[in-house]
């Protein structure tokens, strides 16, 4: 099953701080607005996201309609697929995305260590 792009997301206490230590580790700059405090940082195939103030943890980052390069594919599981197969296994989805929508959207789950995912398509669903 083909999740989409992956990368973690940290929540940081000082996003200027976190920037300047992950760019001596070698990444770059891939994305985000640094004035809402929010960046994306890429090395090699390595994402991370640092976001300070917008979650309470660090958590997995799945972008279905992704590729590794943030292009959008043609063909790939809607969001809303995903989260209705997961749902179909047992797992517990909080928040969920709206079934009656198309296009962007993002569901939860939790890990049984309470480790949150987070599947977010930025993407149009793809065509039927």
Known sequence: MDLGNFSISLAVKDIDASKA???????????????????????????IGLFQGMFDRNMLTFNPGWNAAKETLTAFPDVRELQRRFKALGLQVAPQADEATEGPAFFMLADPDGNPLLFDQHVPSPAR
Not at 26 to 44: H, M, N, P, R, T
């Open 21 to 47: 230590f992950y760019e001596k580790l070698g990444f770059e700059v891939a994305g985000g607005d640094l004035a809402q405090k929010w960046i994306v940082l890429q090395s090699g195939q390595a994402r």
